[in-house]
């Protein structure tokens, strides 16, 4: 088969397969699950902390508490209930095979809502996974199920909403489902990037090429490149008319008019979803804020349905000679965008010099340093990484250990490693019993409990950056935000939880004696007064029982009135 048959057979098949995911999915089966016109904040792919944006971020007008609606026919199949996430959840299961998923809510509809209610206080537990059979809470399409909110991992007031697969437990992009956005802009380029692919990605990283448009096509100089194997990364974003800026639906990139790679966001799993950081540059992402997209497979990238296979990207460059290269971009409207360069091997220099321990796609590894150990699973890198891990010093008087600095925080790893520390002093069995294991990832922290192995304390983490044992003997606490203990026209109690180090694990709240549900919303938790503490009913006696991350417990007392 000749080059040009080969090309054709290849382009037949590209868009085919984009009409085909199309059609085979029902259009217009689910309407809008609000009562405004659907306008996107975030779409389904758009690159996230660790993981692919799993739906449509619906704008709710910065306004809370708008009417959710059953997107088809269905009835309530799962609710959720959690600090983080998704907040208050509802899920519904359709007779065509999908589930729909509805997050970030205030409050569920009235009689599922007094379900989950009487279910908490069953349990004392306001945390709740519940599911439901076919016949308990059916719903019709249209029918009012919740109204919006900001709960959960929610940044701002908006409605998230997915369609699964019920079987499989596989998100799909919604605007395959033809929904009606308003669509008419094709994604905009403002990056273009080459790596040298002898070694890694990560090393020594990202080559900036200039980009220009004119008379609506993206070009680039000819790219002088000092490797014979290379990839590319684009910088992107698609907008629909609204003006947000939305994730890459599809990508293509084609040299000397041969497709060598593409690919579609289509449908990503829960248990897949974070190989994004694999899909992205990743250091370019934490450290500098910019969502670079590779177009080309890193070794460690097994995201199904994501990428053609036999189709990597990876450029061998066998001449001197100028050769043509073509990036195409496609939303799932096909508003289309171009960029046209050159690409040309210049000279071969040396590859990157390894200055530490190689850790491979594919292959676990266990590092050592004097009172550290870690060890990596086959699947814990997408690239190579020229792994350096050592001890220091640490000055904080809580620590007992040396910190030991796992490579950097801007590499990724894939799934959970293990990391053994010993105490750089002797503890006591009470001490052992209140030591954690903090990861330092320079956004945020880790903190863990740990277990005791031996000499050493044996934690889990998913990032790098540095770790240190700590002994924590404080107590975690609540602060209350009334006085004088006299809540006149107040529509809540609001507690304030602080610990020194790591998290509260645990809050019990009594009032009078009987369980109290407070709702957990980021580090406070908070009660809406309701039958269980009516107004005129006396003083009242709220026990607050909390534990840290190290398992040390207070129990604290207020009085109040309404």
């Known amino acids: 088969?000749?080059?040009?048959?080969?090309?054709?057979?290849?382009?037949?098949?590209?868009?085919?397969?984009?009409?085909?995911?199309?059609?085979?999915?029902?259009?217009?089966?689910?309407?809008?699950?609000?009562?405004?016109?659907?306008?996107?904040?975030?779409?389904?792919?758009?690159?996230?902390?660790?993981?692919?944006?799993?739906?449509?971020?619906?704008?709710?007008?910065?306004?809370?508490?708008?009417?959710?609606?059953?997107?088809?026919?269905?009835?309530?199949?799962?609710?959720?209930?959690?600090?983080?996430?998704?907040?208050?959840?509802?899920?519904?299961?359709?007779?065509?095979?999908?589930?729909?998923?509805?997050?970030?809510?205030?409050?569920?509809?009235?009689?599922?809502?007094?379900?989950?209610?009487?279910?908490?206080?069953?349990?004392?537990?306001?945390?709740?996974?519940?599911?439901?059979?076919?016949?308990?809470?059916?719903?019709?399409?249209?029918?009012?199920?919740?109204?919006?909110?900001?709960?959960?991992?929610?940044?701002?007031?908006?409605?998230?909403?997915e369609i699964r697969d019920t079987k499989t437990e596989e998100c799909i992009n919604p605007l395959l489902?033809?929904?009606?956005?308003?669509?008419?802009?094709?994604?905009?380029?403002?990056?273009?990037?080459?790596?040298?692919?002898?070694?890694?990605?990560?090393?020594?990283?990202?080559?900036?090429?200039?980009?220009?448009?004119?008379?609506?096509?993206?070009?680039?100089?000819?790219?002088?490149?000092?490797?014979?194997?290379v990839s590319f990364g684009i910088k992107a974003v698609d907008k629909a008319n609204q003006g947000f800026n939305l994730g890459i639906y599809h990508a293509e990139l084609l040299m000397d008019d041969r497709l060598i790679y593409s690919f579609s966001i289509d449908k990503v799993s829960y248990d897949d979803t974070r190989y994004l950081n694999g899909c992205i540059d990743y250091p370019k992402f934490i450290r500098d804020k910019m969502g670079i997209q590779h177009l080309s497979v890193l070794p460690g990238m097994k995201l199904k349905n994501y990428s053609l296979p036999d189709l990597n990207g990876i450029i061998n460059l066998q001449d001197e000679e100028i050769h043509n290269i073509e990036i195409v971009l496609k939303d799932v409207n096909g508003n289309t965008s171009r960029l046209k360069t050159k690409i040309r091997f210049n000279k071969k220099i040396d590859k990157v010099t390894p200055a530490g321990e190689i850790v491979m796609a594919g292959n676990g590894k266990t590092i050592t340093t004097q009172n550290a150990e870690i060890n990596f699973s086959k699947n814990a890198v997408y690239d190579t990484v020229n792994f350096q891990m050592y001890e220091k010093s640490n000055t904080n008087s809580d620590a007992v250990s040396n910190t030991v600095v796992l490579h950097s925080p801007y590499i990724p790893v894939h799934d959970d490693y293990t990391l053994k520390i010993k105490p750089n002093r002797k503890l006591t069995n009470e001490e052992k019993g209140k030591v954690v294991a903090l990861l330092d990832y320079g956004s945020d922290t880790n903190v863990v409990k740990g277990k005791w192995n031996g000499d050493r304390v044996e934690a889990e983490f998913n990032r790098l950056g540095t770790a240190v044992l700590l002994l924590d003997e404080s107590l975690p606490s609540v602060s209350s935000g009334w006085k004088d203990g006299v809540l006149i026209n107040s529509s809540s109690l609001r507690l304030k939880g602080t610990v020194k180090v790591g998290d509260i694990v645990s809050f019990r709240a009594e009032l009078d004696g009987k369980w109290l549900r407070f709702a957990r919303a980021k580090d406070d938790f908070v009660y809406i007064f309701d039958e269980k503490c009516p107004k005129g009913s006396g003083l009242h006696t709220l026990k607050v029982t909390t534990t840290n991350t190290a398992g040390n417990t207070n129990t604290q007392t207020f009085t109040f009135q309404r």
């Open 1 to 161: 088969m000749t080059i040009f048959c080969k090309l054709l057979v290849i382009t037949l098949f590209i868009n085919a397969f984009t009409i085909k995911a199309q059609k085979n999915y029902p259009q217009n089966y689910f309407r809008n699950p609000l009562n405004i016109p659907m306008q996107l904040a975030a779409n389904f792919g758009a690159v996230r902390t660790n993981h692919f944006h799993m739906g449509l971020d619906l704008r709710t007008n910065s306004q809370e508490n708008l009417s959710v609606v059953s997107a088809a026919d269905g009835y309530v199949s799962r609710i959720k209930v959690e600090r983080y996430g998704f907040g208050n959840a509802v899920y519904i299961t359709h007779p065509n095979g999908y589930t729909t998923v509805y997050a970030h809510l205030n409050k569920y509809f009235d009689k599922l809502d007094e379900y989950v209610k009487e279910r908490q206080y069953r349990d004392e537990k306001w945390e709740q996974d519940i599911t439901f059979s076919a016949g308990q809470f059916p719903v019709t399409k249209g029918q009012l199920i919740a109204l919006s909110g900001n709960t959960g991992g929610s940044a701002g007031p908006h409605l998230h909403f």
């Open 177 to 229: 489902f033809g929904f009606n956005i308003p669509d008419n802009i094709a994604p905009i380029i403002s990056g273009f990037y080459w790596y040298d692919r002898r070694f890694s990605t990560y090393e020594p990283g990202a080559n900036g090429i200039a980009v220009k448009k004119a008379g609506g096509v993206y070009t680039a100089d000819v790219i002088q490149v000092d490797s014979p194997m």
